[in-house]
Nanobody, 121 residues
Framework: QVQLVESGGGSVQAGGSLRLSCAASGRTFSRYGMGWLRQAPGKEREFVAAISWSGGFTYYADSVKGRFTISRDNAKNTVYLQMNSLKSEDTAVYYC??????????????WGQGTKVTVSS
């Protein structure tokens, strides 16, 4: 079992930055690929970023590439999403996710409760 708790969401103006954190409980955290997905109002949930269990590989949606950076600290059981140059279209609820499969394909084993990010233009 892995439990995920996100923090760091909030409101920011376009062009600003936010850092999301996801604290995981469970001794098997380091086995899982971790990532972030988001759901904007009226839209389906979509993949944002993922990182392999070792941290050696990262993957990004085209819409956030070059602006967002995912990282993880297995010693702290935490994964991060640094979001820079935020745009209004980044407004969404962001979910932390753990997976033994493909997060790009939305194969999620565990979800966090979500944290809301609002970007005003």
């Amino acid at each position: 079992q892995v439990q995920l708790v996100e923090s760091g969401g909030g409101s920011v103006q376009a062009g600003g930055s936010l850092r999301l954190s996801c604290a995981a409980s469970g001794r098997t955290f380091s086995r899982y690929g971790m990532g972030w997905l988001r759901q904007a109002p009226g839209k389906e949930r979509e993949f944002v970023a993922a990182i392999s269990w070792s941290g050696g590989f990262t993957y990004y949606a085209d819409s956030v590439k070059g602006r967002f950076t995912i990282s993880r600290d297995n010693a702290k059981n935490t994964v991060y999403l640094q979001m820079n140059s935020l745009k209004s279209e980044d407004t969404a609820v962001y979910y932390c996710a753990a997976s033994l499969g493909s997060l790009q394909a939305l194969e999620v084993d565990y979800w966090g409760q979500g944290t809301k990010v609002t970007v005003s233009s």
